[in-house]
């Protein structure tokens, strides 16, 4: 890929592990924690759907607590421990390769950016918790349209701040919804496919596939 002038992540399941809060409760809840986890994640990801399609906007927050409730009665888990998987979703892990790849990338001077349904203080807290204060030039959230992605308002932001052409950006996802979301705006989307998936059927192939971030290093050569 020739003349790319930044780089745009997504956050939940690019850069940061969303399973990691429940299995760091693994030992409490048991053998169905990685159910459990992407039953969340899915429950948390339906809701944006419906809330934007309801016109009944709530910020990711709310929408992660709320999913959260429904996957604990789902799963018979404690409800005492809903403060704990909360504190620990704020805290989320990068995937291993995450930090040096950015690095990497900034030194060969990128714009670089996440565009994400998260709110600005989650995702602010999740940069800082990680140490990568310094590696991003934005962070994007949707909160600035009042819609969740797939919405194409939500990929409209980095252009109007940029003002650069759509084909300039390359644009990263561990989600399907979100790269064909991307794609179809115009972006070089590119999947980030760490666990081997089938990419959904959206009018949109991405432009690459990676199996991990550091892979990205090479395409941009």
């Given at each position: 890929m020739?003349?790319?002038k930044a780089?745009i992540f997504?956050?939940?399941?690019?850069l940061?592990?969303?399973?990691?809060?429940?299995?760091?409760c693994?030992?409490?809840?048991?053998?169905?924690?990685e159910?459990?986890?992407?039953y969340?994640?899915?429950?948390?990801?339906e809701?944006t759907?419906?809330?934007?399609l309801?016109?009944r906007?709530?910020?990711?927050w709310?929408i992660t607590?709320?999913?959260?409730?429904?996957?604990?009665?789902v799963?018979?888990?404690?409800p005492?421990?809903k403060?704990e998987?909360?504190n620990?979703y704020?805290?989320?892990?990068t995937?291993p390769?995450?930090?040096?790849?950015?690095?990497?990338?900034?030194?060969?001077?990128?714009k670089?950016?996440?565009?994400?349904?998260?709110?600005?203080?989650l995702?602010?807290?999740?940069i800082s918790?990680?140490?990568?204060?310094?590696?991003?030039?934005d962070i994007?959230s949707?909160?600035?349209?009042?819609?969740f992605?797939p919405d194409s308002?939500v990929y409209?932001?980095?252009?109007?701040?940029?003002k650069?052409?759509?084909?300039?950006?390359?644009f990263?996802?561990?989600?399907?919804?979100?790269?064909s979301g991307?794609?179809?705006?115009?972006y070089n989307?590119?999947w980030v496919?760490?666990?081997?998936?089938?990419?959904?059927?959206l009018d949109?192939?991405p432009?690459?596939?990676?199996?991990?971030?550091?892979?990205?290093?090479?395409?941009?050569?």
């Amino acid at each position: 890929m020739k003349n790319i002038k930044a780089i745009i992540f997504d956050a939940y399941g690019t850069l940061f592990d969303v399973n990691s809060a429940a299995e760091k409760c693994k030992d409490k809840i048991g053998e169905k924690w990685e159910g459990f986890a992407n039953y969340w994640r899915t429950t948390q990801l339906e809701y944006t759907w419906l809330r934007s399609l309801m016109k009944r906007h709530k910020d990711f927050w709310q929408i992660t607590e709320d999913s959260l409730n429904k996957s604990i009665r789902v799963f018979n888990i404690d409800p005492s421990m809903k403060k704990e998987l909360l504190n620990l979703y704020k805290l989320l892990s990068t995937y291993p390769e995450v930090k040096e790849t950015l690095n990497k990338l900034k030194e060969k001077n990128y714009k670089l950016a996440i565009l994400s349904n998260g709110t600005p203080s989650l995702l602010n807290q999740l940069i800082s918790n990680n140490n990568l204060e310094n590696i991003f030039d934005d962070i994007f959230s949707i909160e600035e349209v009042g819609i969740f992605k797939p919405d194409s308002k939500v990929y409209e932001i980095p252009i109007k701040k940029y003002k650069i052409q759509k084909e300039d950006i390359v644009f990263l996802s561990a989600n399907t919804w979100d790269v064909s979301g991307g794609g179809n705006f115009g972006y070089n989307a590119i999947w980030v496919n760490r666990n081997d998936g089938i990419f959904d059927n959206l009018d949109y192939l991405p432009k690459k596939q990676v199996k991990n971030l550091s892979q990205l290093l090479d395409i941009l050569k």
